[in-house]
């Protein structure tokens, strides 16, 4: 049966790598998938991962009907045997409602990756719709850590080194993080709660204000 799977975690944990690893590993059994991506931090119709390996993908702009895509390319004798899907976060909710029809109708596996929820603590609508529709969720288990050793599960939002729980849930220009103040960070919840990175705990290190923390271990 053909699944939609949402494969969910932080920032960091390794979501692109997998998706370029699935991607490979069909590809050398001989079948032909669709990579969709949404702002890719290596640019337009790029899904890249963090270990520096880079492949072309079709950019899912808004708007754009995915499902339509894939029937056009399909009756136009292209072959497709799988669709992956990688920063699903930014796909409209509509998308993922074509990403469903893909599955249903076109009998197509569809694997999603996606961060579940923004600096706020909030989930991405498309991450949300993710949540909804898909047959399986799959947290990632490329863990990522928090400064202080902790699983990583939330991400912050730093803007001139201080993590800032305020403020548009996309900043353009951010995916490339060369918008010079905005930064990001994976943390756990507790420290994601008490607003300390790992820049703000070095320099608590020499506050009473850590002490809190400390004593609670
Ligand atoms: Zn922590």
Known sequence: MPELVFFSGTMDCGKST??????????????????????????????????GLVTDAVEADEGMDVYAH???????GGRVDYVIVDEAQFLAPVQIDQ????????????FAFGITTDFRTKLFPGSQRLIELADRI??????????????????????????????AQVVVGDVNRQAGEVGYEVLC???HRRR???GTARAGTLSPDVLPVAAEG
């Open 70 to 76: 894939l029937v056009d390319q399909i009756s136009r």
């Open 99 to 110: 990403l469903a029809r893909v599955v249903d109708d076109l009998g197509l596996d569809v």
């Open 18 to 51: 997998l998706a370029l690893q699935i991607g490979h590993n069909r590809s050398a059994r001989g079948l032909q998938g669709v990579i969709f991506t949404r702002d890719d931090r290596a640019g337009e119709g790029k899904l890249s991962s963090r270990l």
């Open 138 to 167: 799959e947290a990632l288990q490329v863990e990522a850590l928090c400064w202080c050793g902790a699983r990583a599960t939330h991400n912050a939002r730093t803007v001139d080194g201080e993590m800032v729980v305020e403020g």
């Open 196 to 198: 300390m990175t790992a």
């Open 189 to 191: 919840r507790r420290h």
